[in-house]
């Protein structure tokens, strides 16, 4: 089924649009899932909870490319999973030193996230200002965690190739953003 359709089922309120959703767009927003976190479970519920949050966001937004939309929101879910799986606070010994250091050390998540803000900024700067052929790769390998193969076979290069690719846009990278001031 067409994305516009199922985005107007969304807006109608129509729970045929989840259903229709899945079946166009399930296994993949699964599969990216699972890759970030190698859990069946896990990577079901991060599906469920993008469904969930779509539900809740669409109207009033209207995405212009839906799947990008739907894997942002799943790989956000996602990788809260999985930094919820390895908080070192499921420690039982750091949890009371965790509490303790924490009335005394100031919040800096509001700073930490402008700091991230910034970087995301400088990044997509970056990625605008390189080949698409680089930028796909890149996208490919580190925004949906595709393996060297996967990347290979779907853009029909060598695994040297994609390799090489990676190695020079990240070494690319590391000196934009050291000309922009973030040290590496």
């Not at 469920?48 to 109207?59: F, H």
């Not at 965790?98 to 100031?106: A, F, L, R, S, V």
């Amino acid at each position: 089924m067409d994305d516009e359709k199922i985005i107007e089922l969304f807006f109608a309120r129509d729970e045929q649009a989840i259903q229709l959703t899945d079946a166009v767009y399930g296994r993949r927003l699964f599969s990216l899932a699972h890759r970030i976190l190698c859990n069946k479970q896990d990577s079901e519920e991060s599906v469920s909870d993008t469904y969930m949050r779509v539900w809740t966001l669409i109207p009033p937004n209207r995405p212009s490319y839906f799947y990008a939309y739907l894997a942002k929101i799943c790989r956000y879910f996602a990788l809260d999973k999985f930094d919820w799986n390895n908080a070192e606070k499921r420690k039982a010994v750091i949890v009371s030193l965790t509490d303790e250091m924490g009335q005394c050390i100031p919040d800096r998540r509001s700073e930490m996230q402008l700091e991230c803000r910034e970087l995301g900024r400088l990044i997509t700067q970056f990625l605008e200002s390189i080949s698409q052929e680089s930028r796909l790769i890149f996208m490919r390998r580190y925004w949906f965690h595709d393996s060297i193969a996967e990347i290979a076979q779907r853009y029909e290069f060598s695994e040297s190739k994609v390799k090489m690719r990676l190695h020079r846009t990240r070494h690319q990278l590391a000196v934009y953003l050291s000309k922009e001031g973030i040290s590496v």
